[in-house]
């Protein structure tokens, strides 16, 4: 099922805060949409709220909570689908930072990337996605990587480690989903003018030298909005689009590896196919 019309819908979007999370629950409660929102900061969710409803829009549910928290993740998920049932779309969005070479990198900042940014939408997924599967109304998966799930960007690689790894998750649900008639996207951007801009940590490196504010001076300056970045999702949405770009750079980086995307994407929808029909006969 491609969702084309927002109205109504069931609409869950973690890092609702700020940036494109934000900007993607303003804009799908622009078109009609009931909101599931939740971020870590509490402040800027209830101003996220706030402007949504102040708007006309509708907000189900806006909670706090630390989506690296399984018990948390867990416990919400009971408290919205006794209230309002099973979501429609779930965007995976909230995600931290860290950049630095592997001699500067610590153990804690690998983990705090594998937690957040991937531990965080599997969290999510585990306890959104069956509800969705069982109300057999179909719905979209959306779940925000980075160029750094493409491509090996200088200084990324514990950053890179939870992107590319939320890409694997995407590109098998892809294939796994469709069955139920669940699309799946996977949003790659570039650079985006969002407070993560401002707050990644680059280990070992002074944020205030003018080295470091020329290089994310330039980062700016080739940033797209978090506006932008949210059409380009709903755009992906009701696309049903699998791969989500939101600027030429990107997409032309990625571009040798996507010449044989047709072939791939047939051999492996045959193989879940195949995998679901010959295991089924031995399932408990």
């Not at 069931?10 to 940036?19: D, E, I, P, Q, R």
């Not at 939408?121 to 799930?149: C, D, T, W, Y």
């Not at 470091?212 to 940033?223: C, D, Q, S, V």
């Amino acid at each position: 099922m491609t969702i084309k019309d927002l109205r109504g819908i069931k609409f869950l979007v973690t890092g609702a805060a700020s940036g494109i999370g934000r900007a993607l629950a303003l804009a799908a409660a622009a078109e009609g949409a009931e909101l599931v929102l939740t971020d870590i900061s509490a402040d800027g969710l209830d101003d996220t709220a706030c402007t949504v409803r102040e708007r006309g829009g509708v907000v189900l549910h806006a909670d706090a909570l630390d989506i690296s928290d399984y018990d948390a993740v867990t416990a919400w998920a009971g408290k919205v689908h006794a209230q309002s049932g099973s979501v429609d779309i779930v965007a995976n969005v909230a995600g931290v930072s860290v950049w630095g070479t592997v001699d500067k990198l610590e153990h804690r900042h690998w983990r705090q990337m594998v937690d957040v940014n991937l531990m965080g939408p599997i969290h999510v997924i585990e306890n959104f996605l069956p509800p969705m599967i069982e109300a057999r109304r179909g719905g979209h998966l959306v779940n925000v990587s980075s160029a750094a799930g493409l491509l090996a960007l200088p200084w990324h690689s514990a950053y890179s480690a939870s992107k590319f790894g939320l890409r694997g998750v995407s590109e098998v649900l892809r294939f796994d989903l469709k069955r139920h008639r669940i699309g799946v996207s996977l949003v790659v951007p570039g650079a985006v003018r969002t407070p993560l801009v401002n707050t990644v940590q680059i280990v070992g490196v002074d944020r205030d030298a003018p080295e470091a504010r020329a290089l994310t001076g330039r980062f700016e300056k080739h940033a797209s909005s978090p506006e932008k970045v949210a059409d380009c999702i709903l755009t992906g949405i009701k696309k049903n689009r699998f791969l989500v770009y939101t600027s030429f750079d990107v997409r032309f980086g990625y571009w040798w590896a996507r010449k044989f995307a047709l072939p791939y994407n047939v051999t492996m929808q045959f193989a879940n196919d195949y995998f679901t029909r010959t295991l089924r006969r031995v399932g408990r």
